[in-house]
């Protein structure tokens, strides 16, 4: 529309503002792993800012740990952000993020973020991102799909953390999807999706919702170790200062955490992968060093 000369256009309020209105980040990364004789080495490499992938090595010349960076410093509204892996032919290989991601205020469109694992022959994938932060009024829908066959073996990890507890945030409106689908040998095994809407979060300090929880997380794993991995769950349950539970469905291990605060929540997380990460041989299942960053 256009406006007379010297004339001023009128301001454009809160309730006419859309996201689709401000520049939105795409990014996307794939990497693909196999195997050499010097370790798993990296076979293709794509990445599209705003995310960004690192390769640091502590020892030696084997990858053993991929880091993932978010240049843009959080996920807005309308945002797309998209990861794909696949390890095949003896890859193992831990991949975690650099920081916590942030999901800040949304004015209307919902932020985007799609994982794919996929783990094929005998390789080892760990899947270890840091927590999700989700600020009050934010809208994001996230969906992590994984696809593996006999012989590999995966850990898989996604959180969240409502609010800022620095800040005293406490959620009162906005919208969070969380979607999991895993396929085993071409078969759909295992579907799941959490949601939060407005009308729901007056209602989540009710004991049949989150009571007084404000992280949660899910882990997944699939391998052959799948009845140890279950045990070392269910005996750490009493000792972890959050709930837990784990049941096993599908030829997966399906463990779910509830904690007050996010470092309960990441303690607790730790405690498990410190104890998968010791006895039961060599692998990228253990606690990511960037945690410690």
Same mark, same amino acid.
């Given at each position: 529309?256009?406006?007379?000369?010297?004339?001023?256009?009128?301001?454009?309020?809160?309730? +006419?503002?859309?996201?689709?209105?401000?520049?939105?980040? +795409?990014?996307?990364?794939?990497?693909?792993?196999?195997?050499?004789?010097?370790?798993?080495?990296?076979?293709?490499?794509?990445?599209?800012?705003?995310?960004?992938?690192?390769?640091?090595?502590?020892?030696?010349?084997?990858?053993?740990?991929?880091?993932?960076?978010?240049?843009?410093?959080?996920?807005?509204?309308?945002?797309?952000?998209?990861?794909?892996?696949?390890?095949?032919?003896?890859?193992?290989?831990?991949?975690?993020?650099?920081?916590?991601?942030?999901?800040?205020?949304?004015?209307?469109?919902?932020?985007?973020?799609?994982?794919?694992?996929?783990?094929?022959?005998?390789?080892?994938?760990?899947?270890?991102?840091?927590?999700?932060?989700?600020?009050?009024?934010? *809208?994001?829908?996230?969906?992590?799909?994984?696809?593996?066959?006999?012989?590999?073996?995966?850990?898989?990890?996604?959180?969240?953390?409502?609010?800022?507890?620095?800040?005293?945030?406490?959620?009162?409106?906005?919208?969070?999807?969380?979607?999991?689908?895993?396929?085993?040998?071409?078969?759909?095994?295992?579907?799941?999706?959490?949601?939060?809407?407005?009308?729901?979060?007056?209602?989540?300090? *009710?004991?049949?919702?989150?009571?007084?929880?404000?992280?949660?997380?899910?882990?997944?794993?699939?391998?052959?170790?799948?009845?140890?991995?279950?045990?070392?769950?269910?005996?750490?349950?009493?000792?972890?200062?959050?709930?837990?539970?784990?049941?096993?469905?599908?030829?997966?291990?399906?463990? *779910?955490?509830?904690?007050?605060?996010?470092?309960?929540?990441?303690?607790?997380?730790?405690?498990?992968?410190?104890?998968?990460?010791?006895?039961?041989?060599?692998?990228?299942?253990?606690?990511?060093?960037?945690?410690?960053?």
């Amino acid at each position: 529309m256009r406006y007379p000369e010297n004339s001023v256009a009128p301001a454009l309020t809160l309730k +006419e503002s859309s996201d689709k209105d401000l520049q939105r980040a +795409e990014g996307a990364c794939r990497i693909v792993l196999g195997r050499s004789e010097k370790g798993t080495r990296i076979m293709d490499l794509y990445q599209k800012s705003p995310i960004r992938v690192l390769f640091p090595r502590t020892s030696g010349v084997e990858v053993e740990e991929a880091v993932l960076v978010n240049t843009s410093g959080g996920v807005a509204g309308g945002d797309r952000l998209e990861s794909n892996v696949t390890a095949r032919e003896d890859a193992s290989i831990a991949i975690t993020t650099q920081a916590a991601e942030k999901v800040y205020r949304a004015l209307a469109e919902s932020a985007h973020i799609l994982t794919t694992l996929k783990v094929r022959d005998t390789a080892k994938l760990a899947w270890l991102p840091q927590e999700t932060i989700i600020f009050n009024r934010a *809208r994001v829908s996230r969906e992590t799909r994984v696809e593996v066959t006999s012989g590999a073996e995966l850990l898989a990890l996604e959180w969240l953390v409502l609010g800022r507890a620095a800040h005293g945030e406490n959620l009162s409106t906005g919208t969070i999807t969380d979607r999991w689908r895993v396929v085993k040998d071409g078969r759909l095994v295992w579907v799941d999706s959490f949601r939060i809407t407005d009308e729901i979060f007056p209602q989540l300090s *009710r004991n049949a919702l989150l009571s007084d929880c404000t992280g949660i997380a899910t882990l997944v794993y699939f391998g052959s170790e799948l009845g140890t991995r279950l045990e070392i769950v269910r005996d750490l349950t009493s000792s972890l200062a959050c709930r837990c539970a784990a049941t096993q469905i599908g030829g997966l291990m399906i463990a *779910r955490f509830a904690a007050r605060n996010s470092y309960e929540l990441k303690t607790a997380l730790r405690n498990v992968l410190q104890e998968f990460g010791s006895g039961l041989g060599k692998g990228p299942f253990r606690v990511p060093r960037m945690w410690s960053c």
